[in-house]
């Protein structure tokens, strides 16, 4: 198979949702325009992404709703559970712990640590908080979610990628290395916000120019 793009990945997640609405909804066919409607694409980019994975639809007809969205499940692993541990209790990973998504996509939070005395011992949730030194691949963990401060982040991958952690989600604000054997997200909400802002200042000036001409 070739390689897939990080887009073509977030795509497909995409899809995910609208089929599983459709399937609620009790809809049993739908169109790759319809899938390309609700991202904002071609309904060709629809049939490219999905031609990766083998062939799903039908001409004129389009795809059996309920099948494609058991086939992208398999795709994107969602067809098994996934052992995540969440490292950092302060509000991301407090808020993180709370949300009840999760475990609906098959990922099951199983651990949280942090290094603060005044928090490990106490309860997140269903969890007691762990001692970020009691990690050990005896955790078995599939996921890794670092939710600490910048400086601690780059010593929090080491110690997860020494546990045997071959997938990390990282919530600090900061470039981190792992071995190429790791696969590593970054989620950057201040350069988010940073980019929304770079967008809404041009679109200000660009109308302030267009006011004085």
Do not use: C
């Not at 058991?70 to 709370?98: M, P, Y």
């Not at 997140?124 to 963990?141: E, F, Q, Y």
């Amino acid at each position: 198979m070739a390689k897939i793009s990080e887009p073509t990945v977030r795509r497909l997640s995409h899809y995910y949702r609208v089929l599983e609405e459709a399937v609620v909804a009790g809809q049993a066919m739908i169109s790759s325009h319809l899938l390309a409607e609700r991202e904002g694409i071609t309904s060709a980019q629809v049939r490219k992404d999905l031609s990766y994975f083998g062939s799903f639809g039908r001409r004129g007809l389009g795809y059996n709703v309920e099948h494609l969205r058991d086939e992208v499940r398999g795709i994107l692993g969602l067809n098994r559970r996934w052992r995540v541990g969440v490292v950092g209790a302060g509000h991301i990973g407090s808020a993180l712990l709370a949300y009840r998504g999760f475990d609906d996509k098959g990922f099951d939070v199983v651990a949280v640590f942090d290094a603060s005395a005044s928090r490990i011992g106490q309860h997140d949730g269903n969890l007691v908080i762990r001692d970020m030194a009691t990690l050990s691949p005896a955790d078995a963990l599939d996921m890794g979610v670092i939710a600490t401060p910048m400086r601690a982040a780059q010593e929090v991958a080491d110690a997860l990628v020494a546990a045997g952690v071959r997938g990390i989600l990282n919530f600090a604000p900061r470039k981190l290395r792992v071995p190429r054997e790791v696969t590593l997200r970054s989620v950057d909400m201040t350069m988010e916000l940073e980019s929304l802002s770079f967008a809404l200042s041009q679109a200000h000036a660009s109308r302030r120019r267009n006011a004085a001409e």
